[in-house]
């Protein structure tokens, strides 16, 4: 499949947004495209363009600037982060209720658009949220052949890698591109776990980005969909993301007893984080993993720091 250059997928990110701000944006997606990892919205607040390095803000008429300037700049409405949201929600909120209470939507192209508001809570469990604030929308990239420095430094996948960094470092992408490699020029039978959408951006039951021979478990739970593929598909490999939740646990213990290697990732930006993780921990207990990789700060998305055993990290 042809792979989106970054001006595509900027735009494509753009799309989500109301008509009021996307002619404002869409104008200055040449400057944009290479670089922008963030829109945010926020209720009478400015407009903001976030990239690893700098945070740049829309004027009024059209332009970009790092400083804002008094009365010159584009501010987000209410009726803006309104309409925003019906268009992430592709005018169905409804069909949309179990991301939103999760706190993020996925939209087509694999882009996540977070969003916060008041929180409507029954027993403590959020069962909506009303008057939207604000809406973050993550640009998904893609890649091909970030992950093949890792590749040639892991070898054999003898054993279950996991892959840390900071929100923004690249996890994602370099996830999405492992599962491209290893199921095509690796030629292993991969079950792609893909709980948030981001990974595959499936639409209708099409792929919109290459995740190579995959088999595609799309907006499962994690901890289902490794239970389902290991039943279903026999996958040599595993491969999900933001790994760590109790209920997976069980899960990576039962892939491990089937002899399934498994690559995953979790935020955390460095050891010291990553051991006082409590879930990991357990995880990690379970022998999934052999190799752990941190990435480096989001200003490189994608490049390794280093790669450490477990028992470098561990010591139980």
């Given at each position: ?41 926020r209720v009478n607040r400015l407009l903001a363009i976030v990239c690893p390095d700098i945070t740049y803000y829309v004027t009024e008429n059209g332009g970009l600037t790092s ?250």
């Amino acid at each position: 499949m042809r792979s989106l250059n970054d001006k595509e997928r900027f735009n494509q990110a753009a799309a989500c947004l109301c008509p009021n701000i996307q002619k404002k944006l869409m104008p200055l997606s040449f400057k944009l495209s290479d670089s922008a990892q963030e829109i945010k919205l926020r209720v009478n607040r400015l407009l903001a363009i976030v990239c690893p390095d700098i945070t740049y803000y829309v004027t009024e008429n059209g332009g970009l600037t790092s400083a804002p300037l008094n009365n010159a700049m584009l501010t987000v409405t209410r009726a803006d982060i309104a309409d925003t949201f019906q268009n992430i929600c592709n005018f169905s909120v409804y069909t949309r209720q179990s991301e939103i209470v999760n706190g993020f939507v996925t939209v087509y192209g694999g882009h996540r658009a977070g969003i916060c508001g008041t929180a409507v809570a029954d027993n403590d469990k959020i069962t909506n949220v009303r008057d939207i604030s604000s809406i973050n929308i993550r640009i998904a990239r893609e890649h091909r052949g970030c992950a093949l420095s890792l590749i040639n430094k892991l070898g054999e996948l003898d054993g279950g890698v996991l892959i840390c960094g900071a929100p923004c470092s690249g996890k994602t992408t370099v996830l999405r591109d492992l599962a491209r490699i290893i199921s095509t020029e690796k030629n292993k039978n991969v079950s792609l776990i893909d709980e948030r959408g981001e990974l595959a951006g499936t639409s209708l039951g099409v792929f919109q980005n290459d995740i190579g021979m995959c088999d595609v478990f799309d907006c499962y739970k994690k901890s289902v969909a490794m239970m389902q593929a290991i039943r279903s598909m026999a996958p040599e490999i595993i491969i999900c993301d933001e790994i760590g939740s109790g209920d997976d646990i069980k899960a990576v213990e039962h892939s491990v007893n089937s002899g399934v290697v498994l690559i995953a990732t979790v935020h955390s930006s460095n050891a010291d984080e990553l051991r006082r993780k409590n879930n990991i921990r357990q995880i990690i207990q379970t022998g999934a993993f052999s190799k752990i990789v941190f990435l480096s700060s989001k200003n490189t998305p994608g490049q390794v720091e280093r790669i450490l055993k477990v028992g470098e990290v561990f010591d139980f």
